[in-house]
């Protein structure tokens, strides 16, 4: 009876000690995993942002939809000026001349453009992305928000507060994980 009792303690002891260490265990895997499913999501904001600036560098106001703005990031291109001489020298010729260079060449040639709208972790589910345009201090700013719908971490899910970038409602062009 007594070694029973002590076999049984035992077990119990293992149980516990398991569903202490379990319950450790997950919280840190899951800390992690939504350290790199928020890090997936955005680098791919920012480039979307990077891609958002260029585009309103050379229409004057942002995308509002994913396929203009991604046929711009793929087929666009930029003006580029090139300055040759030293303006202050009066013994050089000074001469600016432009040049027309593409946007993905230059700023995405590693980036699978195509696949920028969709989440990072999820087949088809895309950013949210919103263009307009307000006005501060009488002069009326392009704005833009990308915003991921469906945010992994279950603080963002709780607080309503996905990550973006960009905000309609004032200008802002930084996301809001640099806070």
């Known amino acids: 009876m007594k070694y029973a009792i002590r076999i049984a303690l035992l ?9 202490t260490f379990d319950t450790v265990y997950s919280d840190i895997k899951y800390e992690e995993e939504v350290a790199i499913k928020e890090a997936a999501v955005i680098k ?6 990077d891609g958002q600036i260029a585009y309103k560098d050379e229409k004057g106001k942002f995308a509002s939809t994913f396929p203009e703005l991604l046929d711009f990031m793929e087929n666009g291109q930029m003006r580029v000026l090139i ?7 009066s013994t050089t010729v000074f001469k600016t001349s432009e040049m027309m260079v593409s946007i993905k060449d230059s700023l995405f040639s590693d980036v699978d453009i ?5 989440v ?4 088809t589910l895309q950013f949210k992305m919103a263009a307009s345009e307000i006005k501060k201090n009488a002069v009326t700013v392009p704005v833009f928000e990308i915003i991921d ?4 971490s279950k603080e963002r899910q709780k607080k309503k507060e996905p990550l973006k970038v960009g905000s309609i409602f004032e200008v802002n062009y930084n996301g809001n994980w640099d806070k």
């Open 11 to 19: 077990i119990i002891i293992a149980v516990l000690s398991y569903l």
């Open 44 to 49: 791919k904001l920012e480039l979307l942002r």
């Open 83 to 89: 300055q040759s001489g030293d303006k202050d020298d």
């Open 114 to 118: 195509p696949q920028l709208k969709y």
């Open 120 to 123: 990072p972790f999820h087949d």
């Open 149 to 152: 719908p469906k945010p992994f």
